[in-house]
């Protein structure tokens, strides 16, 4: 079982920043991988961002690079996303996922972003 806790976000004005945080926890946490995802209303929901916590290598969705920034403290077990430059089309609803394909998917309850124009 993995438990995921997401904060951090909040009502910013476009072009402001917001560094979401994901407090992880539980068995063989190490061997997820940790992703961002977000879901606006009305749409499906879509990857933002991903990291492995034995390595540094990150994923994004190609339209977020260079906006926003995906990070791990290994010793926190903490995710964050750093979030830059936003834009009212980043209003969402933002998740937490650990994946692993045999050990199983997690989410948190995700917190809300919403950008004003």
């Known amino acids: 079982q993995v438990h995921l806790v997401e904060s951090g976000g909040g009502l910013v004005q476009a072009g402001g920043s917001l560094r979401l945080s994901c407090a992880a926890s539980?068995?063989?946490?190490?061997?997820?991988?940790m992703r961002w995802f977000r879901q606006a209303p009305g749409k499906h929901s879509e990857f933002v961002a991903g990291?492995?916590?034995?390595?540094?290598?990150?994923d994004y969705l190609d339209s977020l690079k260079g906006r926003f920034a995906i990070s791990k403290d290994n010793a926190k077990k903490m995710v964050y996303l750093q979030m830059n430059d936003l834009r009212p089309e980043d209003t969402a609803r933002y998740y937490c996922?650990?994946?692993?394909?045999?050990?199983?998917?997690?989410w948190g309850q995700g917190t809300q972003v919403t950008v004003s124009s």
């Open positions: 539980g068995y063989r946490l190490s061997d997820y991988d």
């Open positions: 996922n650990a994946e692993n394909t045999q050990l199983g998917n997690y």
């Open positions: 990291i492995k916590w034995s390595r540094d290598s990150t």
